[in-house]
C-alpha cells in the first residue's frame, strides 16, 4: 500500500507546479445563472456510457492512494469513504471538482486527469460494488446517545425524504450515500454546505442547513455516522483491524 502513496505525492506535487486548481468559481449556487445539476457536458457523456466494473479497479489503484484500495476512507475524516457510493452521485462530484465548485485542491490534480468518459464510468462503478466497511469514524464526544438521538430526530425531519432512513441516497436523483462515511468528513461537509463552500449542494438542502447553529451540525452528523445500509455493509471481521 506504500508505494500508490508514494507514487499520488509525487504525482500530487508534479501537477502543482504544473497547474493548480482552478480559481474557485464564486457563483455557484448563488449566481443567477447556475443550474443544480445540469444534465450537459462531460458528466452527460460518463453518466451515458455503461461503467465495467473490472475495468475500472486498474483506474481507481491512484485513488486508492488516498482513499484507500477498500474504498474506506480515514477514520479521521480526511478522505471520505467511497465504497458504495451511487455511480451517479460520483460522476457529479468528479465533474464538479474539476469545475471548481467544490474546493478540493488535494485531489483536483487527480479529478483533473479523470476525463475520460467511460473510464470515469468504470471507475465509478467499481466503487459502487465495494462493500461499505463498518469501522469507519463516528461521534466519540460526551453523551453520544443523546446527541445522537437529537440528531435522529432533525434527520428525520428535513433529511430522511432525500437521503433516505438508512442513508441510502437515491441514484437516480444524485442524492448519496452517506451511510458509513465519517463523522469527521461529514461535520466538514455539513460545515461547508452552510457556509456557502460547497457550491454544488442541492438548493433545497441548502435552505435546511443555512439556519443550523454548530450544535445542530454536530448531532446531524453524530446520528449520519450512525446509520448502516441492511447488505450493503462489509462483513465484520471477526478479531480484524481496530481503528
Ligand atoms: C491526494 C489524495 C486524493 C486522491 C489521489 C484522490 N482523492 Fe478523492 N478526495 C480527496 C479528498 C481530500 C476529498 C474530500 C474533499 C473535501 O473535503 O471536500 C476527496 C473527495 C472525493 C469525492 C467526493 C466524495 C463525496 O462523498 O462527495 C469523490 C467522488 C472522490 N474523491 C473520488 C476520487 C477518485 C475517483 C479518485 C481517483 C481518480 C480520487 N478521488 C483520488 C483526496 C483524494
Ligand atoms: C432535496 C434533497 C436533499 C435534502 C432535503 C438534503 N440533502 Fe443532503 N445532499 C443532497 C444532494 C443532491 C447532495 C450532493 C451534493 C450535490 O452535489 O448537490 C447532498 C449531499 C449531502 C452531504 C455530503 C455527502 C458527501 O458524500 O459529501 C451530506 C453530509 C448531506 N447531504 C447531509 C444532509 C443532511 C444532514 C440533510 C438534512 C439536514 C440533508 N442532507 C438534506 C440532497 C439533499
Given amino acids: 500500500m506504500k508505494s500508490p502513496i508514494l507514487l499520488a505525492l509525487a504525482l500530487l506535487s508534479a501537477s502543482i507546479a504544473l497547474a493548480g486548481p482552478p480559481a474557485p468559481k ?4 448563488e449566481g443567477k445563472d447556475y443550474k ?14 455503461k461503467g465495467d466494473a473490472k475495468a475500472g479497479k486498474e483506474g481507481y489503484e491512484i485513488c486508492g492512494a488516498c482513499h484507500l484500495p477498500s474504498g474506506a476512507g480515514r477514520t479521521d475524516g480526511t478522505f471520505p469513504q467511497l465504497a458504495g457510493q451511487h455511480t451517479t452521485v460520483l460522476i457529479k462530484q468528479m465533474a464538479d471538482i474539476r469545475a471548481g465548485l467544490r474546493d ?4 483536483y490534480p487527480f479529478a483533473k486527469e479523470l476525463t475520460d468518459a467511460q473510464e470515469l464510468a468504470n471507475v465509478s462503478a ?3 460494488k465495494l462493500c461499505i466497511p463498518v469501522d469507519h469514524g463516528v461521534y466519540e464526544g460526551k453523551d453520544a446517545a443523546a446527541q445522537i438521538a437529537k440528531g435522529k430526530e432533525l434527520y428525520e425531519k428535513q433529511c430522511k425524504e432525500c437521503h433516505g432512513a438508512n442513508g441510502e441516497g437515491d441514484k437516480a436523483k444524485f442524492y448519496p450515500v452517506i451511510a458509513g462515511q465519517h463523522y469527521k468528513y461529514l461535520l466538514r461537509q455539513m460545515t461547508e454546505i452552510r457556509d456557502g463552500h460547497r457550491r454544488n449542494a ?8 443555512k439556519p443550523y447553529t454548530n450544535d445542530q451540525l454536530v448531532v446531524i452528523s ?20 481496530k481503528k
Fill in 36 to 49: 443544480w445539476n445540469a444534465q450537459e457536458g462531460e458528466k452527460i457523456e460518463a453518466l451515458q456510457k
Fill in 202 to 209: 442541492n438548493p433545497d438542502m441548502i435552505k435546511v442547513i
Fill in 26 to 29: 464564486k457563483e455557484g449556487i
Fill in 222 to 241: 453524530a446520528y449520519q455516522a450512525s446509520l448502516s445500509m441492511p447488505g450493503a455493509m462489509c462483513k465484520p471481521k471477526a478479531g480484524g483491524k
Fill in 126 to 128: 467499481y466503487i459502487e
Fill in 104 to 107: 478540493n485542491p488535494t485531489m
